[in-house]
């Protein structure tokens, strides 16, 4: 046994230091290949990247077996220290194989502890210092419940909570500053440092304002499975003299004219005239100045001027108004096979109309901000709507229109309305980095934020773009997170950290959602892996972002699944959570699993099959680094 273990060591030994001295050339070759004098103190994060794009070149999962076999470095934690890696595990082979050990590079390479200690560092100055037992820090989306409640952000802080983002697709600057000084008054309490991230929607593709729909609400009781009323239908009436406050809960509500509500007690019966027909009888329940609420035990449609009848006594003579009943918001119930239409037109979207025997007579039809971006489609193509919740394919071009064929879609059908993202995974988009509305909400983020968010970043033209507006509003140090949510910036994804390295402070949000449906979800594991990592290699922090704990922030109870997703995320420097009601609960339960992993991990180690995204970084086309 140990004569055979000798002999195969004897042969793969050798084998193994001309495979590592191979891979150490090329990366020194192509490094060579770089600029990398630009970067400043950010030289050797860039030299790093490069090497490590170099080293991925290669397919190098079998080696790992040998060197395991070994009990050498299986390369697989190389992310932030490829050369030293390297170079480590070449004297540790030579002196194995009895060889005289190689001398040190002239050029001196950090080893894994200085990598660590590099993404360390720049965490801690995009998000601010870690907590005690746990490094990966919590950024909390904020609902708009922190501009009114001091409190709220004090709990937040409390639980875990190290850096607060605002979303610049809501609300508006009265409200942010409320909400930042809020956040304030809370570090100022808790003796906390709190980090402010504010950000911009970016080109966002949305579907454009839709037709109204019909003026008409639903009145309808909960039954049991027997039909048995468990509670009965709500329906709010107000008075249109002024503004009236009501109780905040799932109940319709309509508009009444003249002083016919001041009339009306609780426990009168009203007869209301049902849109089908019919007429119902309902009670009132509960007052309100200017304000009553019925009651029913049977579903009524009350639709836009239906009359309402009450009596003061038995037999004296009928009460009687109308109420008045806004539409409702357009939407269009969309099935598999369905044809739709996108039209870069500015008019309102529509449902499909069909004719008395259910001949289509105009598919559902959508208008597309901003409208040119359907410039960018190809027949064949393929769209997807809300997040990936309806998938089509296009079918032909028009002038100013895109016809399209459903052709994945919940089979129940999914209804589709206005201000809903589009993605085009198999296209181009020439469309600016920042739009008018984000060049104003940037004035306002330069001021008050500590962090920006830049949503949909593409390029490294685009970094570049950011950098020179902060530079104009006097804030070129200002820190960054970029946002990598489409098919194009992840595969550019090399270029765009190097052109952040040039940056005093920025790191990678992996904006999950967004990404899922460009690249696909089969896709999307190993695509947050090779984001997590590029930036490791790069030295950049990452924020592991999009539904984390969701269920758990909506419902207050988590799926299994989302709880391992979580646990997941303990590899990135921070772990974003989403707004919803039990938001204080999950951000405690996020800093309890965080610190129980960080017990059990750091990172992880990788298996090294060629990277495509490597591969690219140095084809000609793609001309590798540019000038900061």
């Given amino acids: 046994m140990r004569g055979s273990r000798r002999t195969a060591d004897a042969r793969t030994v050798p ?34 990247l490069v090497d490590y794009l170099a080293f991925r070149r290669f397919d190098a999962r079998r080696i790992q077996e040998e060197l395991a076999s070994l009990g050498l470095s299986s390369l697989g934690r190389a992310e932030s220290h490829v050369r030293g890696n390297l170079e480590s595990v070449l004297r540790q082979l ?10 040190r590079p002239s ?27 746990r490094r990966t820090r919590i950024m909390v989306t904020a609902p708009s419940g922190v501009a009114t409640d001091p409190g ?17 697709a809501h609300d508006a600057p009265p409200v942010w500053s409320a909400m930042i000084a809020n956040v304030r008054r809370a570090e100022r309490g808790t003796g906390r440092r709190c980090r402010v991230e504010m950000d911009l929607c970016g080109p966002r593709l949305r579907t454009g304002p839709m037709a109204p729909g019909p003026a008409v609400v639903k009145v309808r009781p909960v039954r049991d499975p027997f039909g048995r009323v468990l509670s009965p239908g709500r329906l709010w009436l107000l008075s249109e003299k002024g503004v009236v406050r009501i109780p905040e809960d799932a109940a319709p509500v309509v508009g009444v004219a003249g002083d016919w509500l001041s009339r009306r007690r609780r ?31 049977r579903t009524i449609y009350v639709a836009d001027g239906a009359d309402l009848r009450a009596r003061s006594r038995p037999g004296a003579p009928w009460d009687v108004t109308h109420v008045s009943v ?16 996108l039209t870069a037109r500015a008019e309102l979207g529509r449902a499909e109309e069909r004719n008395d025997s259910g001949r289509l007579r105009s598919p559902a039809t959508f208008s597309v901000l901003p409208p ?14 809300d997040g990936g919740r309806v998938g089509a394919v296009v079918l032909s071009m028009g002038d100013d229109e895109v016809r399209l064929r459903v052709a994945h879609v919940d089979p129940r059908g999914v209804h589709l309305g206005a201000d809903k993202g589009l993605n085009l995974p198999d296209s181009t988009l020439t469309l600016p980095p920042l739009t008018p509305k984000d060049l104003a909400d940037l004035d306002f983020v330069v001021r008050h934020a500590d962090v920006v968010g830049y949503s949909f970043v593409q390029s490294a033209a685009d970094v570049r773009f950011l950098r020179r507006e902060l530079a104009r509003r006097g804030k070129p140090d200002l820190a960054f997170v970029l946002k990598i949510e489409t098919s194009r910036g992840f595969d550019l994804l090399p270029e765009i950290l190097l052109a952040a390295l040039h940056a005093p402070s920025a790191g990678v949000m992996i904006a999950r959602g967004d990404l899922a449906v460009e690249v696909g979800y089969e896709r999307l594991a190993e695509v947050q892996e090779e984001i997590l990592w590029l930036c490791e290699a790069a030295h950049l922090p990452a924020v592991w972002a999009t539904q984390v704990l969701e269920s758990l922030t909506k419902t207050g109870l ?11 995320g303990a590899r990135a420097e921070c772990v974003m959570l989403n707004k919803g009601p039990h938001l204080l609960e999950a951000v405690r339960a996020l800093d309890n699993i965080l610190r129980r992993m960080e017990a059990h991990q750091a990172k992880k180690s990788a298996r090294l099959r060629h990277l495509h995204v490597a591969e690219r970084f140095f084809e000609p086309a793609a001309g590798g680094l540019s000038p900061g």
């Fill in 558 to 568: 988590p799926s299994r699944a989302e709880v391992t997703d979580a646990a997941m």
């Fill in 267 to 297: 426990g009168t019966f009203v007869r209301i005239a049902d849109a089908r027909g019919k007429r119902r009888s309902v009670r009132v329940v509960a007052l309100r100045a200017g304000a009553r609420q019925l009651s029913s035990d």
């Fill in 326 to 341: 806004p539409p409702s918001e357009g939407v269009a119930l969309i099935h598999l096979g369905d044809p739709v239409l």
């Fill in 372 to 385: 040119e971006a359907l410039a960018s489609l190809r027949v064949g193509h393929h769209v997807w709507f």
């Fill in 15 to 48: 084998h193994l230091i001309r495979e590592i001295e191979k891979m150490r050339e090329e990366v020194l070759r192509l490094e060579r290949r770089q600029p990398l004098r630009s970067f400043g103190p950010r030289k050797g994060s860039a030299r790093n």
């Fill in 107 to 133: 050029l001196r390479v950090p080893g894994p502890a200085e990598g660590r200690a590099e993404i360390d560092r720049h965490a801690r100055d995009l998000l601010g210092p870690s907590r005690p037992g």
């Fill in 94 to 103: 030579n002196v194995l194989a009895g060889r005289p050990v190689p001398p």
């Fill in 152 to 168: 709220l952000v004090h709990q937040l802080l409390d639980a875990g909570m190290d850096c607060m983002r605002i979303n610049c």
